[in-house]
């Protein structure tokens, strides 16, 4: 068994609305091992941002446990945390035009963790270590003194992973970090994410709606709908062997760029809800093809169905196929 | 009459500023045959939106400038309409979808009144019998017509851009030009809406310009095919043609880069460097910089288009004589 | 050829090789170069530095003491000797409303400085920290803005007198809600940005977010409204002291001189039209101006 880095046990993060409670993250518990990259999926409105944002410390829990190496991140004072695990845990933003200051350059931008985070190194000395974390994430010399408006957004993004790399982190939830990005840029920084993992043995959580990005990334996927997580599995299972029917709607709606596969479809009937009052019923019912009184009555828990593989869904034993 | 509903010949169009002059669209000729519908694909900057916008006539006053070039719709050259004429054409003839249904849609006047203003601005008819026709389409594109009185806040994101296109096919034009129109939603409601637009494209015969940068979204929609690149075609074929042989290296550098679904890569293939820099582009091959397959004649040569199989269009040094002049 | 050469890329070409080396390109040069730009702000940028001028050198342009009664010249048309005319007690009004423009500028400064370091500076706190301290902070700014400006100035008149001091409390204290009100709604703006959540996930603390983020980007949102302001201290002015709740006799502050030539309106129009056009143009240059800015800083508002 490889050592677990960091454990979510029942977590919920509440929001309190004019309209009632909303249960951006409800209940959730999952487990990331050292190393590793567990990709969370999911629509917007899922959570998964949420989820991401609440392990930061950037939103306070509403209840549950988030454990880093047995230390529970969630619940100790914001002080605390701020002393001994910011730098630990770091965040790559998903829209690199709107997260960095644009009245910074990029030197001061790669400059401010390493200051902030050692307010007594000399002025020399931060520079150095930025300008060495540049070079690390690939951006030439001559852009120090550029300003984000000059750069494309796969610069930028190469500024954002060396704003959250700079504090030498060991976990790092990137927030769709490429899904502001060209095709072409793309690739270009998931080959230095994992490029950074290899060689620095990050360990990622990585939260995205793109399933052919999330597959070639991650070791683990979790799938979210509505604040929950509807199934948790080993990368290749999920496309091998869908179980929950959301996932299974949500595999069948990525369109394939290949000529020739017309794949039947299942299109789901109408929208995400938001999950404000939610009642205890299963969140995806409404929109179900196999939904029965069952699901709108009793809310599914989720439970191992094989070994590693998690679903939560009443008539999940119907789904699996061998 | 010809079959073609749209012929754009050697159109250039560049905006014009104080500080610079930017070649958004640099010599592209294309055709689309009434009733099919073509993949306009490139990454940001690559010049879709502008060639859009300069088919419906509607580049931003003063900066943005159509050099050369003619788009004949069914024969009639739109670059010579005055604006008046022009004015007829839209929504009556060709109809654009935009990006972002949350934009496209005015907060302050019921759905069923915004779809009826189309259909009053190009038909006689009154103010009864367009509501009705609003309903209508309400009801082809999948919303219960009953909610043609409610506002636009009151419809998802989904929903809205159901209404944008109600509204872009509300007068049954010829041609229907979608910019990006599944790109601001999630998987699933993209799914529905491909699906919806598919169906309706079919039942009306509608010709389609389908711009996105989404390989797949083509795959699914498309008959042909159109790469661009810093504001050229750089590929143009049908739909397999162009998937399952391209030919460009742009094309093919795009396919590898894509992380796939049914193979296991370790390393995504990278194109080098960034979207070329419209306002400033090389006098010879704009795709040179990041280019596999180079050679040194291409800094010679700005290529032309070369048909390499009937229908299959590559502008690509590669496949011309002066090639085999070069070493590669 | 495929692409194409067109006069206007000649015309940057030629532009581009004259420029000795690139500039850099910070944030900052960016609005100059949109400001720049902008020629009806050019305009208003230069009538106010004529009139900053004017303000500064008022003695050497001024052909007569401001305060000097002649009684063989009363009430005269405008002539080679007394451009704008003379009033009742033979004073030369183009000198007077050159003096204004002293008076009128450092006082409308005045009142802007301080409407910004009291409501401006309560707007940011209410901004910055939200909750029950904005909530606080902004009713109290509806309160102030319920009475009416002109009876507070006669308020504070009544107990303290006429004066500068007592003008510019008067100016500020009316001013304050919306001054606070704009520079609350600037750092709320700020303060949503994704960069702020950004720093805020690698630790930087609460008075670096403000000093080294907030501010920084909220500045040009503040100098446009501070630059309005300008305009309007300087027509709260010139009314009050026209209703006689402003300044007293014989400062030559505009609203004063207006107020002198308000008896003769009928048979000595020039008396209220020479400085009645100052306060104009002053208050249009100054609109002009903000106007520039807020294009420039803020290219998305337009």
């Given at each position: 068994m490889a050592e677990l880095l960091l454990e979510v046990k029942n977590l919920k993060k509440y929001f309190s609305t004019p309209r009632g409670m909303l249960h951006a993250v409800d209940n959730v518990t999952f487990n990331i091992e050292k190393g590793k990259t567990i990709g969370i999926v999911g629509e917007s409105g899922c959570g998964k941002s949420t989820l991401g944002k609440t392990l930061m410390r950037l939103h306070t829990a509403t209840s549950g446990q988030v454990l880093y190496k047995g230390a529970d991140i969630a619940a100790m004072p914001l002080k605390e945390f701020k002393q001994k695990y910011r730098s630990n845990i770091q965040m790559i933003f998903q829209d690199p035009y709107a997260s960095?200051?644009?009245?910074?350059?990029v030197l001061q931008l790669v400059e401010e963790p390493i200051r902030v985070q050692n307010p007594k190194m000399s002025k020399s000395e931060v520079t150095s270590q930025a300008k060495n974390m540049m070079e690390l994430v690939g951006l030439a010399k001559r852009l120090e003194g550029s300003y984000p408006h000059e750069l494309d957004g796969g610069r930028r993004q190469r500024i954002g992973i060396a704003r959250a790399l700079s504090l030498h982190p060991e976990f790092i939830v990137c927030d769709e970090p490429v899904s502001a990005l060209d095709v072409s840029i793309q690739a270009q920084i998931l080959n230095l994410l994992q490029d950074l993992q290899r060689d620095r043995g990050l360990t990622y959580m990585f939260i995205t709606h793109d399933m052919s990005v999330v597959k070639h990334i991650s070791d683990d996927i979790a799938v979210m709908y509505l604040g929950q997580m509807i199934e948790k599995c080993k990368a290749d299972e999920i496309f091998k062997h869908t179980i929950h029917p959301y996932s299974q709607a949500l595999l069948s709606a990525i369109p394939i760029p290949n000529a020739h596969v017309k794949h039947e479809r299942m299109v789901l009937k109408g929208e995400l809800t938001s999950p404000i009052n939610p009642k205890p019923c299963c969140r995806f019912a409404a929109r179900c093809p196999y939904a029965t009184d069952r699901c709108f009555g009793e809310e599914p828990v989720l439970r191992e169905l094989k070994p590693g593989h998690s679903v939560a869904c009443h008539f999940a034993e119907q789904f699996v196929k061998e | 009459m010809s079959e073609n509903i749209l012929e754009v010949k050697d159109l250039v169009i560049h905006y014009e500023t104080d500080e610079e002059v930017v070649e958004a669209v640099n010599d592209i000729t294309f055709t689309l045959k009434k009733g099919q519908v073509m993949g306009l694909v490139g990454e940001t900057g690559a010049g879709k939106t502008t060639t859009a916008l300069g088919i419906m006539g509607l580049l931003p006053s003063k900066v943005g400038h159509v050099i050369q070039g003619s788009i004949k719709l069914e024969g009639e050259d739109l670059l010579r309409k005055s604006p008046r004429e022009m004015r007829d054409v839209r929504g009556k003839r060709i109809s654009m979808i935009f990006q972002d249904p949350m934009t496209a849609l005015n907060p302050v006047k019921t759905v069923g009144d915004q779809i009826a203003e189309v259909v009053l601005l190009h038909n006689r008819c009154s103010k009864a019998e367009a509501l009705k026709r609003a309903q209508e389409m309400l009801a082809m594109v999948g919303i219960v017509p009953e909610r043609y009185k409610d506002y636009p806040h009151q419809f998802s994101g989904g929903m809205k851009q159901r209404i944008v296109i109600a509204i872009a096919l509300a007068c049954e034009p010829d041609l229907l030009i979608a910019d990006e129109p599944t790109t601001a939603l999630d998987v699933t409601i993209q799914a529905q809406i491909l699906d919806m637009m598919r169906k309706l494209q079919k039942d009306h015969g509608t010709s389609m310009i389908l711009i996105t940068h989404d390989l797949g979204v083509v795959a699914e929609m498309c008959e042909t095919v159109a790469v661009m690149y810093a504001g050229q075609l750089v590929e143009f074929g049908s739909l397999e043609e162009v998937f399952d042989n391209p030919k460009h290296p742009y094309t093919r550098a795009l396919y590898q880069s894509i992380p796939s679904l049914d193979k296991d890569v370790e390393r995504l293939h990278v194109i080098p460097?960034?979207?070329?820099?419209p306002s400033n582009l090389p006098p010879?091959?704009?795709f040179f910089e990041r280019c596999?397959?180079?050679?040194?004649?291409c800094r010679d040569f700005e290529p032309w288009a070369v048909e390499v199989d009937p229908g299959h269009v590559v502008r690509c040094l590669q496949y011309t004589p002066e090639w085999n002049g070069g070493e590669k | 050829m495929a692409k194409m050469h067109t006069p206007a890329m000649e015309r940057i070409e030629k532009k581009n090789a004259r420029r000795k080396k690139p500039v850099q390109s910070t944030p900052a040069y960016e609005s100059w170069k949109r400001f720049k730009r902008n020629p009806t702000a050019l305009i208003g940028l230069a009538v106010v530095i004529i009139l900053i001028l004017i303000a500064i050198f008022a003695p050497l342009i001024a052909p007569y003491d401001y305060q000097a009664q002649d009684y063989l010249s009363m009430m005269q048309k405008p002539s080679a000797a007394h451009l704008f005319g003379t009033d009742t007690f033979g004073r030369d009004i183009f000198s007077r409303c050159i003096y204004g423009t002293r008076y009128s500028l450092l006082i409308a400064l005045f009142c802007t400085i301080a409407a910004f370091f009291s409501g401006g500076l309560l707007g940011i706190i209410a901004g910055y920290f939200g909750g029950k301290v904005d909530t606080i902070i902004m009713r109290i700014m509806d309160i102030f803005q319920a009475i009416p400006m002109i009876m507070m100035a006669m308020c504070i008149v009544a107990v303290l007198g006429n004066g500068i001091p007592q003008l510019v409390a008067a100016i500020m204290f009316a001013s304050m809600p919306t001054m606070a009100r704009n520079n609350r709604a600037a750092i709320l703006r700020v303060r949503g940005a994704d960069y702020i959540e950004s720093s805020e996930a690698i630790g930087v603390g609460q008075f670096k977010m403000i000093i080294k983020h907030m501010i920084p980007n909220a500045i040009g949102i503040m100098i446009i409204y501070f630059v309005g302001f300008l305009a309007v201290s300087i027509l709260m002015m010139s009314s009050m002291s026209y209703i006689g709740v402003g300044l007293a006799a014989p400062t030559p502050e505009w609203g004063l001189i207006l107020n002198d030539g308000k008896a003769y309106?009928?048979?000595?129009?020039y008396m209220t039209l020479f400085p009645a056009m100052m306060i104009m143009i002053t208050c249009f240059a100054f609109n002009l101006m903000g106007d520039g800015l807020r294009d420039a800083f803020d290219p998305r508002l337009k």
């Open positions: 960095l200051d644009p009245r910074m350059s | 460097g960034m979207v070329s820099d010879y091959c704009s596999d397959e180079k050679c040194d004649r | 309106l009928t048979n000595a129009p």
